[in-house]
């Protein structure tokens, strides 16, 4: 299938300003080189480290952000330096859903006019045909009709959270960039939500982008699965493939690392030593070999590429010693 | 069996607010064995904190108000002892770890400064001797270079780091009790497993008893021994970790347990829900607080409130139909 999303070689580069006169000298080179794709009605899962470039790669892709450089492809079309007044139509396409709804909604809007909003700035209907596609959101994402003339802080984050949904579908996106929606949520309103998103997504062929950092989530809801260290795609594949068969030593780390919610199986944690390092300054070569138990000289000199594992049902993986644990 | 070195019994704890006043804990029971790790789980809002800002005594002063039922450490009663004497158990015999590290460290002093006070504050030593310890203690914990460290502030470490400082803290005068209260939740998976494994080796070495307070079933599975299940200020169920998992008596922990998505189910699979939400403290249904959720529920649960009941050894479960739909049971539904 040709895919809806392609990111090639994508970097964001931060400057850090210090000193005197605030001239950046030094980059924080929080996406470096992504590649990955999309397909139409597919969800990628994007795991990865706190500070790794998730939320970053996000915001390029829904063009919040202006990448350095690389390539966005959208529906065969470069959208990476795009132009604000060019973007309107492709904002309609692609949406974002974000951890933490309050943030994103204006808190002194009710719920009807948040989700009326984007009808009106598209120039979608005329009043009676927008309250009544409001109404039909709502409906949509499990909320009653008379949230309309309640404000956002009156709701629980399971429900605000199904308002940054029914505002994100509002103008029937392809895509949907999902950036950690139920990572604050308790578990018995996280599973409500991840019903929803795939509810959602078969009735309406969305794609997803769904970021996370819990594995088990993201397996739940992924198709495939991109792991991400210090600004990189380490590796990349069909979820069950990555998840039985990984090929990475950083990916079979966070997956030993996963507490798995079963006492007799008392899973064999591969510890990672020390801290990810500092994308300001990442290290040479292959970026995980501060922390990865099979490094080599190699390692340290020549940046890996992501490769196709053979025989492994369709994972690619950037490593030079690249196999099972 | 070992006696318990904690024992919370019928723990009432009520909090005056300005919409009047609140009761977070109804009638909180549990026990620590000395060595055991007990989990205690259960959703935000459902009191693990208060519980253990109560055996602290460390509840916001003057709203939080324990106004019955007793916390016994080694036997004495902790609620009646006078602040001082508290003081004096608190970090020397109990040791406390939070969710945020940065809460549990002064930003203006040094690691050193900070550890070496505790030390000082709770054992008869030398400064020298109290400086010696400090080193080893982080040594411990596994910080790398530790006596330049010793030097450094909070904020030039990283959070994985500052919880390992805020961990050597707690444990550098050997407490009998550890309370962490979500020590990991703010931290990657990656580390998170570090710390875990370091509270453990820890634990072995120093033969020390540890309450867990997770909301991560993951966590409770693959560390404690037993487990409390906590549901709006009530225990919903108790026992030991196999107990919990295999045979859930309470459908609260049965529908916990069914509904986290699991690295082995099948993707894009419906996942089994809790419907609703945790009632707040001002609505909370009169009788079984889980009635509006439960799809268990009849008339007696709208008015009678569960009593704990034994299900088996150390397994108690405060639900009214609980044979009826425990696995335990010959005949259960689930
Ligand atoms: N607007 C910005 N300006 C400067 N630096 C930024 C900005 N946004 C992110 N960064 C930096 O880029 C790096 C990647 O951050 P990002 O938020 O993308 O990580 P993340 O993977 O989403 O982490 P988390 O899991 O904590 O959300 C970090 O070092 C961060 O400090
Ligand atoms: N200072 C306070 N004043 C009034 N109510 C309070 C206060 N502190 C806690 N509460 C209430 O007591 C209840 C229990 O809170 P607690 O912090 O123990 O929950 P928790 O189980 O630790 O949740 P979380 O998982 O979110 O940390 C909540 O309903 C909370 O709103
Ligand atoms: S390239 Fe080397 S350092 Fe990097 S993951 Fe592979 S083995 Fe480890
Ligand atoms: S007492 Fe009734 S409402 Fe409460 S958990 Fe048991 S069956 Fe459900
Ligand atoms: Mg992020
Ligand atoms: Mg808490």
Known sequence: ??????????????????????????????????????????????????????????????????????????????????????LLPLRRDIQMIFQDPLESLNARHTVGEILEEPLIIHKMGNRQERQKRVAELLNQVGLPARSVTRYPFEFSGGQRQRIGIARAIALKPSLIVCDEPVSALDVSIQSQILNLLVELQQELNLAYLFIAHDLAVVKHISDRIAIMYLGRIVESGPGEALYRNPQHPYTQSLISAIPVPDPHQKSQRILLKGDVPSPINPP??????????????????????????PE??????ACHHAGPA | MQDAILEVDDLVVEFDTDEGRVRALDGVGFSVKAGETVGVVGESGCGKSVTAQSIMRLLPQPMGQIVGGAIRFHGQDLASLSLEEMRRIRGARIGMVFQEPMTALNPVHTIGRQLTEVILLHKKVSKQEALQKAVAILDRVGIPSPDIRMGEYPHQLSGGMRQRVVIAMALVCEPDLLIADEPTTALDVTIQAQILELIQEL????????????????????????????????VAERGTVYDIFDKPSHPYTQGLLASIPRLDTTPKSRLTIIPGMVPGLRDLPPGCRFENRCPFSDEA??????????VSGQHTVACLHWKALSPAQPGGVI
Request: net charge neutral; with cysteine.
């Open chain 1, 1 to 86: 299938m040709t895919p809806l999303l392609e990111v090639n070689d994508l970097k964001m580069h931060f400057p850090v300003r210090e000193g005197l006169f605030l001239r950046a000298s030094k980059f924080n080179r929080a996406v470096d080189g992504v590649n990955l794709h999309v397909a139409p009605g597919e969800t990628l899962g994007l795991v990865g480290e706190s500070g790794c470039g998730k939320s970053t790669l996000g915001r390029c892709i829904t063009r919040l952000y202006q990448p350095t450089s690389g390539e966005i492809k959208f529906r065969d079309q470069d959208i990476s330096r795009m132009r604000n007044r060019d």
């Open chain 1, 284 to 309: 040479s070569g292959c970026r995980f070999h501060t922390r990865c138990p099979r490094a080599t000289q190699i390692c340290k000199e020549q940046e890996p590429v992501l490769t196709a594992q």
């Open chain 1, 312 to 317: 492994t049902g369709g994972l690619v993986t």
């Open chain 2, 203 to 234: 634990q072995q070495d120093m033969g020390m008893a540890v309450m867990l307070i997770t909301h991560d079933l993951g966590v409770i599975a693959e560390t404690c021994q037993n487990v409390v299940v906590m549901y709006a200020g009530r």
């Open chain 2, 301 to 310: 649960c709208c008015v009678q409130t569960p009593v704990e009941e034994a």
